[in-house]
C-alpha cells in the first residue's frame, strides 16, 4: 500500500485517473474522504487529503497502465509530473494482437 497525502486531492485524482487508475471515493468510520485503487496483484494506492497529516514529499514512483487505458499515451516510457511535484515514470506495454481491438 501508498498512501500519498496531498493538499490537491481532486487535482491528484484527475492526473491519477487519466493514467488509467480506477480511483474509488472511500471513508473509513471517522476519516477523511479520500480515493483508492487497487491494482490487479493486489496493491492499493491511496490518496488522502493533507490535514492531519503533512503532504507527501517528492518521490519518484513507477507505474505500468495496462495498454489503451493511459489516457491516449503511445506504448513507451513517459516521465510525468504530478499535481504536487512528484515524479511519475508510466510505463504503457505494446498492445498485443489480443488487445490491439479493444
Known sequence: MLVIYTARLEECRGFYAGLGLD???????TGPDHYAATFAGGGVLELYP?????????????????????????????????????TVV???PEASAATAGS
Not at 480511483?23 to 468510520?29: A, D, N, P, T, Y
Open 23 to 29: 480511483l474509488v471515493r472511500e471513508k473509513h468510520g
Open 50 to 86: 493533507a490535514t492531519r497529516r503533512p503532504e507527501t514529499g517528492y518521490m519518484r514512483l513507477g507505474l505500468t497502465a495496462p495498454p489503451n487505458s493511459a489516457g491516449g499515451r503511445p506504448a513507451g516510457r513517459h516521465t510525468l509530473t504530478d499535481p504536487d511535484g512528484r
Open 90 to 92: 508510466l510505463t504503457v
